[in-house]
């Protein structure tokens, strides 16, 4: 079989994991979050808006690429399925520590630019 379709019976098989008996989409979310930070998010969706070659070959390049977008397609699903089954955020225990560092230096960030960007009223 041809290395892209396997690629996309991957994403397939995403869709049809939440049908199998046992499925936990409380744990696809924390598997996500604790593989991926928001600054790696970042970096992969910004990799992949890259307009230098098409979709298809960076995948193929890039297997570390490839599995962030079944990881993220994985947490999607989850995130639906909890939604559907009234199942809430707060029974989902997330490792927080990372994410809030970087949230801190992402605040600091904006913190700067909405002061560099104010109008001088002093004058």
């Known amino acids: 079989m041809m290395p892209n379709y396997n690629f996309l019976i991957q994403f397939d098989l995403e869709l049809y994991e939440i049908h199998r008996t046992g499925y936990d989409p409380i744990r696809n ?60 955020l707060d029974k989902v225990s997330i490792s927080v520590a990372p994410q809030q560092k970087e949230l801190e230096i992402i605040k600091r960030i904006s913190d700067f630019f909405q002061r560099v960007s104010q109008p001088n009223t002093k004058s």
């Not at 593989?35 to 307009?51: G, M, N």
């Not at 390049?61 to 639906?80: E, T, V």
């Open 29 to 88: 979310v924390k598997d996500f979050w604790e593989r991926y930070t928001l600054r790696a998010v970042q970096e992969y969706i910004a990799e992949a808006l890259q307009p230098d070659t098409s979709k298809e070959e960076k995948v193929r390049c890039n297997p570390k690429l490839a599995a962030f977008y079944i990881h993220l397609f994985r947490a999607l699903i989850a995130y639906i399925v909890m939604h559907t089954s009234e199942i809430h």
